[in-house]
Nanobody, 120 residues
Framework: QVQLQESGPGLVKPSQTLSLTCTVSGANITTDYYYWSWIRQPPGKGLEWIGYMVYAGNTYITPSLKSRTSISRDTSKNQFTLQLSSVTPEDTAVYYC????????????WGQGTHVTVSS
């Protein structure tokens, strides 16, 4: 059973960097053909794909966020991390990590989500 759990601060000030970690259990994040994603849902809006990391460590970030987003990993802890810099109130959202075998567009396993508010 693959399980994911997001962790990080629930409140970030404007212009600061948002950093979230996803801890994965039940699967190794470096296993071939597994993909690991970050997705968010702003209040009253639909899901927005932020980006994903391939099992080999390569990443893809959606163009609208690419200039201020990075996804990295700590294989010793089986974790992957999202960093979003220069945040504004528009980055307020529920942030999800998700992943699974063979697909990045429809991950079968999701974390419960963590709410992040950007406010001074």
């Amino acid at each position: 059973q693959v399980q994911l759990q997001e962790s990080g601060p629930g409140l970030v000030k404007p212009s600061q960097t948002l950093s979230l970690t996803c801890t994965v259990s039940g699967a190794n994040i470096t296993t071939d053909y597994y993909y690991w994603s970050w997705i968010r849902q702003p209040p009253g809006k639909g899901l927005e794909w932020i980006g994903y990391m391939v099992y080999a460590g390569n990443t893809y970030i959606t163009p609208s966020l690419k200039s201020r987003t990075s996804i990295s990993r700590d294989t010793s802890k089986n974790q992957f991390t999202l960093q979003l810099s220069s945040v504004t109130p528009e980055d307020t959202a529920v942030y999800y990590c998700a992943g699974g075998y063979g697909t990045y567009s429809r991950p079968p396993h999701w974390g419960q989500g963590t709410h992040v508010t950007v406010s001074s």
